[in-house]
């Protein structure tokens, strides 16, 4: 962990503002992301403090909104704790090969799969309106795909809650606030994961990771509150507002690369 460089109290406060909106929405269907990072590199941080910083603030939303999901019920940590190991052993595979591969092929990959995943939901309306049956068993799902999703985020990332909250409610038969409050158990086993390699390699700085933090733990218990007040009818068009926004995102950063 590195000291921060010297930032003046309108970018502190700024990134105080970035994490807060970002936890908000993280905590009810994800993509926090796309607030919290392109808040670090505005100010003026290069991508691998970026990136390593952003793991920092983003545990802290994440530890937040699941507390709170757990204490309203809507996760059982003691059923999912396979999928946090393995999604944790994931990400730990994932942070160190991002080293060693260049990621952009799923720029190009990501895209078209959340599209898939918005129009299926766009055509079942009422999935994940209530609990089904699940199709999966419960620790082969966890195994599965704590290994994958957790690869992915430390590898890449964007669109992982997208992808926790749509399997959780497709296989598990979670409506989507359960799944929102899984699929951030999920994230926090990742974060935890991938943000010890990045501390490992010295490209986390402690200020801006903890103000940001400060704003994403009272936001991550705002949207976890928001999410368990309106229910499920609340948490699909977050959920599918903010799945686009990624795909739109990933789409315009591979289309103006040099």
């Known amino acids: 962990m590195l000291l921060s ?31 919290a990072l392109p808040a670090l ?60 591969v260049d990621p952009r092929f799923l720029e190009q990959l990501i895209p078209g799969l959340l599209a898939a995943i918005i129009v299926y939901l766009i055509f079942r309306p009422q999935l994940g309106d209530t609990d089904r049956q699940r199709r999966m068993e419960t620790t082969s799902f966890y195994a599965v795909f704590g290994l994958g999703l957790g690869f992915y985020d430390g590898f890449f990332g964007p669109g992982v809650g997208s992808f926790w909250t749509i399997a959780f409610v497709m296989l598990l038969g979670q409506n ?52 368990m007040t309106r229910g499920a009818r609340f948490v699909r068009p977050v959920f599918l507002s903010m799945a686009a926004l990624v795909a739109l995102k990933l789409i315009y950063t591979a289309a103006t690369r040099p």
Not at 55 to 82: I, M, P, Y
Request: proline share 3%.
């Open 5 to 35: 460089p010297e930032f003046s109290s309108a970018t502190y406060l700024l990134l105080f503002g970035a994490g807060l909106a970002a936890g908000t929405v993280d905590a009810i269907a994800g993509g926090g992301g796309l607030i």
């Open 41 to 100: 590199l505005a100010a003026g941080l290069p991508g691998p403090l970026a990136l390593g910083t952003n793991k920092l603030q983003g545990t802290f939303g994440t530890v937040s909104s699941t507390w709170h999901f757990a204490r309203r019920g809507a996760v059982d940590l003691r059923e999912c704790w396979l999928g946090l190991i393995c999604t944790g052993v994931g990400a730990v595979g994932g942070a160190f090969l991002v080293h060693l």
């Open 176 to 227: 989507f606030v359960k799944a929102a409050g899984h699929a951030k158990a999920m994230n926090l086993a990742s974060n935890v994961a991938a943000l010890g390699f990045f501390l490992f390699a010295g490209t986390v700085l402690l200020g801006p990771g903890l103000v940001m933090g400060t704003g994403q733990l009272i936001g991550g218990l705002l949207g976890a509150n928001l999410a």
